[in-house]
C-alpha cells in the first residue's frame, strides 16, 4: 500500500518528536559499534544533533568514518499507529556542528535532555550533528518504507 510522501514526513516527524533515546550505529576498521544516545531533531528532518566526550569509541570512530545510522524505535506510539511497532533508521553523516549555529543547537538540545547540563558543559563535550539523507520507516516486516530527504524536509 502506497504513502503519500507527506504521510511519511509526519510519521517521522512525529517518531523524532516523541521519542528521547536511539541507537547510534558507527564502525571502526570493520568492526561495528552502537551506543545508546539522547538526540535532538533539527531543522526539521534535516539533522539529528547528540552530545558526547571526545574520549569515547563514538567519537573516535566518527572522526575515522562520519557515516552512522542512526536507530530509533517508537516506544511512544500514538493511537493511530496503536497495535504497530515502528522503527526509523536514519542514515547519515557526522558533521561538526557550524560555529555559528552551536549555542542555539546545544541550547535546543538541552531543553530537550535537562539532565545532561553537565556533559553539555563539559571541555571535553563534543556536539555532533548527523546530516540525514534518508529515513526508513519500518512498521512490520511487509511494511518497510524510504524516505529520501529533499528540500522540503527543512520545516
Given at each position: 500500500m502506497a504513502q503519500d510522501p507527506s504521510d511519511i514526513e509526519d510519521t517521522i516527524r512525529r517518531v523524532l518528536e516523541r521519542n528521547r533515546l536511539a541507537v547510534l550505529a558507527t564502525q571502526?576498521?570493520?568492526?561495528?559499534?552502537?551506543?545508546?544516545?539522547?538526540?535532538?531533531?533539527?531543522?526539521?528532518?534535516r539533522f539529528l544533533a547528540f552530545a558526547t566526550y571526545r574520549?569515547?569509541?563514538?567519537?573516535?570512530?566518527?572522526?575515522?568514518?562520519?557515516?552512522v545510522a542512526v536507530l530509533?524505535?517508537?516506544?511512544e506510539r500514538d493511537a493511530i499507529h496503536s497495535g504497530k511497532r515502528l522503527v526509523l533508521t536514519a542514515l547519515g553523516k557526522a558533521i561538526e556542528t557550524p560555529e555559528q549555529?552551536?549555542?542555539a543547537d546545544v541550547a535546543t538540545h538541552l531543553a530537550r535532555h535537562p539532565d545532561l547540563q553537565k556533559l553539555l558543559s563539559s571541555?571535553?563535550?563534543?556536539?555532533?550533528?548527523?546530516?540525514?539523507?534518508?529515513?526508513q520507516?519500518?512498521?512490520g516486516v511487509d511494511d518497510v518504507r524510504w524516505?529520501?530527504?529533499?528540500?522540503?524536509a527543512a520545516t
Open positions: 571502526r576498521d570493520g568492526q561495528p559499534h552502537a551506543s545508546l544516545m539522547a538526540f535532538t531533531p533539527l531543522e526539521g528532518l574520549a569515547t569509541l563514538k567519537y573516535e570512530s566518527i572522526q575515522q568514518d562520519g557515516r530509533v524505535e517508537d516506544r549555529e552551536r549555542q571541555p571535553e563535550c563534543e556536539f555532533i550533528r548527523v546530516a540525514v539523507h534518508a529515513y520507516v519500518v512498521s524516505y529520501e530527504i529533499g528540500e522540503h
